[in-house]
């Protein structure tokens, strides 16, 4: 077993927090091992729970068009989110989940050492931009900029967006993640072959 299955093997065991009574599955998250790129969501919703996997509802459907947009392919990447576990009616994450949950999501960081992390709306920013000892206002203010950081001792370029499901019924938002991904074909130099 890699790190990642490891990690992945003690997610579906974890009590750490309430979530796992409610929860029907966990999701661990899914991807490529040595991947470039890694997506972080929030946390699971109806369809993720129902199938342990990412982002597999609509919000979902909308971050494989945008994965494909950028040249790449779902398994090329790594996806998972903050809090690995539904939160009952798709509430926020509370503090202490995320405090409980997150250090899943460092080592997944540490394992896969991505070159470029997409933080997909509020709550995985805020966590992420903590890490990097970044302040954090608000996802308006930095979405589509990308940020050299310094990660869990990793130089990363940290991309954070609107979150894809914001967009559902949003036209303009779902214009600006286009917007803010695109800028990942423009970015960085290995990434060109995938043009
Ligand atoms: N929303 C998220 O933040 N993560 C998922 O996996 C699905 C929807």
Redesign the pocket.
Same mark, same amino acid.
Do not use: S, W
């Given at each position: 077993m890699n790190e990642l299955e490891i990690i992945a093997e003690e997610v579906r065991r974890c009590r750490r927090c309430s979530l796992h009574k409610t929860r029907k599955n966990p !999701?661990p998250g899914e991807g490529a091992e040595d991947a470039e790129i890694m997506f972080v +969501? /929030? @946390? $699971? &919703?109806r #369809? /993720?729970d129902e199938q342990g996997k $990412?982002? !597999? +509802?609509a @919000? &979902?459907e909308f971050l494989t068009e945008l994965i494909s947009m950028i040249g790449m392919t779902r398994d090329e990447v790594f996806i998972t #989110?903050v809090v690995k576990c539904r939160p009952p009616h798709n509430r926020d994450p509370k503090p202490e989940e995320i405090e409980a949950c997150s250090p899943f999501l460092d080592r997944q960081i540490k394992a896969i050492s991505p070159r470029i992390i997409v933080s997909? &709306?509020r709550h995985s920013t805020s966590y992420l931009f903590r890490k990097a000892g970044l302040e954090f206002r608000s996802i308006g203010a930095v979405r589509g900029r990308i940020v050299e950081v310094e990660i869990l001792g990793l130089s990363v370029k940290l991309l954070p967006t609107y979150? $894809? @499901?914001a967009s559902l019924y949003n036209p303009a938002v779902r214009s600006k993640i286009v917007e803010d991904l695109l800028k990942l074909r423009r970015e960085g130099t290995d990434l060109t072959k995938y043009l």
């Open positions: !999701v +969501g /929030e @946390a $699971p &919703g #369809n /993720e $990412p982002f !597999v +509802g @919000a &979902g #989110n997909l &709306g979150h $894809p @499901a």
